[in-house]
């Protein structure tokens, strides 16, 4: 809970106001972060907290309401950039939970005005075949070093020119917009570094199946509340987010989709597990693709790891990266293939299921703790690499007032 003196002195302190309380991922992290939410209040609905996630959901649509969009976390220093917009998804787990019409006819409007955030400042013109297609990117239009990394991004960028340095803080800035930060899905150069970090050059595969899912949820809520002129436009926002999806991401050789470089005007091949986001977010159309993705999975030895899928192939002492096992791409590609209709995809996603469990568990036991990543070629040990320490979530809850 925070305290009312931040709400009165608010220029005395970095933490961010807001009226209910909140879960913080923990360790170094003392403050709201967007998309960890996500799955915190997940895990709260499942608990039977409803109470304390309605709480979170109410605190981001305040954040909506103050900032016309929700910020990485719960600092000032953070309000210039986003996180996957997961607002409307979390609304779509606590009505699945709690069927509150009124709290939902209340609050809809906070929600299409974060949406149109995106639609707004992140979205991007894809020329391709003779067509334009928008979709949407990361981008922030900063041109100064990330505030809670200043010296850092100082450093990083000192021997480039005035204009190459306000770009790279931009990339920096949307690489942590995108919670992807770093990944070598963001580098394209030729030093493998942070120098070569291209954020905003990318369109990428989750964020759009991830607004294609807003996309598909607000036209269902629309419905239920009988207003059919807003489930229409939601309707053709969706239909033509799956048009450009298909027609950008989808890779019809590799039977996967993959991001998108604009500068570039390619796809990058890399496997990430990002790449089968779609299937999680139902943003395809033609049921026959399921097997491609499968036997994509398959080919791609993704699977032959002990303790999850690893984020990437490639070891760039990142961390979203190779060796590390991230818990929402696990989450999103496990929920994707065991919500299609066919039995080798819900084999996999059985199996892939058992994995992960298997490895929280055995470095449960190890260190009386649960980490935010985990090894994915180890035997239940935490992931590393990146700008920080792995972080521990203790097996103790403690309550804090901040």
């Not at 949407?136 to 990394?149: A, F, K, T, W």
């Not at 049921?287 to 032959?304: G, M, W």
């Amino acid at each position: 809970q925070i305290k009312e003196e931040v709400k009165i002195q608010p220029e005395r302190y970095s933490l961010i106001y807001v009226p209910n309380p909140l879960i913080v991922p923990g360790g170094r992290f003392r403050e709201f972060y967007y998309w960890d939410s996500y799955w915190v209040i997940n895990g709260l609905i499942l608990s039977e907290m409803t109470q304390t996630a309605r709480g979170m959901i109410e605190n981001f649509l305040y954040m909506v309401q103050r900032y016309g969009m929700i910020p990485n976390g719960g600092r000032t220093y953070y309000i210039r950039r986003s996180q996957p917009p997961f607002l409307t998804l979390m609304m779509e787990s606590y009505m699945e939970s709690q069927k509150n019409l009124t709290f939902l006819r209340e609050t809809i409007p906070l929600l299409v005005k974060e949406y149109d955030f995106w639609m707004n400042n992140r979205s991007i013109s894809v020329p391709l075949n003779g067509n334009n297609y928008t979709l949407n990117r990361y981008y922030v239009p900063v041109g100064e070093p990330r505030p809670e990394s200043y010296s850092k991004d100082f450093e990083l960028a000192e021997n480039l020119t005035t204009k190459a340095k306000e770009l790279l803080y931009s990339d920096l800035a949307a690489a942590a917009e995108s919670g992807w930060d770093f990944s070598t899905r963001w580098f394209y150069g030729s030093t493998n570094t942070l120098l070569d970090t291209k954020t905003s050059s990318v369109v990428p595969v989750d964020l759009n199946a991830i607004l294609c899912r807003v996309e598909r949820t607000l036209v269902k809520f629309y419905t239920d509340l009988d207003m059919p002129e807003m489930a229409s436009r939601f309707s053709e926002a969706l239909k033509q987010r799956l048009e450009a999806v298909q027609a950008v991401l989808w890779d019809p050789d590799l039977g996967v989709w993959l991001d998108y470089n604009t500068e570039h005007q390619e796809r990058n091949p890399n496997f990430y597990p990002s790449n089968l986001s779609p299937l999680w977010a139902s943003c395809y159309e033609n049921t026959e693709i399921v097997d491609k993705v499968v036997s994509y999975l398959e080919n791609s030895e993704a699977l032959n790891y002990r303790n999850g899928l690893p984020t990437s192939f490639k070891n760039s002492g990142q961390q979203w990266d190779f060796p590390n096992s991230w818990p929402p791409l696990q989450h999103m590609v496990i929920e994707g293939l065991a919500k299609t209709q066919s039995a080798k995809a819900q084999e996999i996603a059985f199996k892939l299921a058992q994995k992960w469990v298997t490895a929280n568990y055995k470095a449960f036991k190890e260190y009386n703790a649960m980490f935010e990543k985990y090894d994915a070629e180890g035997d239940g040990k935490p992931g590393g690499g990146g700008e920080y320490e792995v972080q521990v979530r203790p097996s103790y809850l403690k309550l804090q007032t901040l």
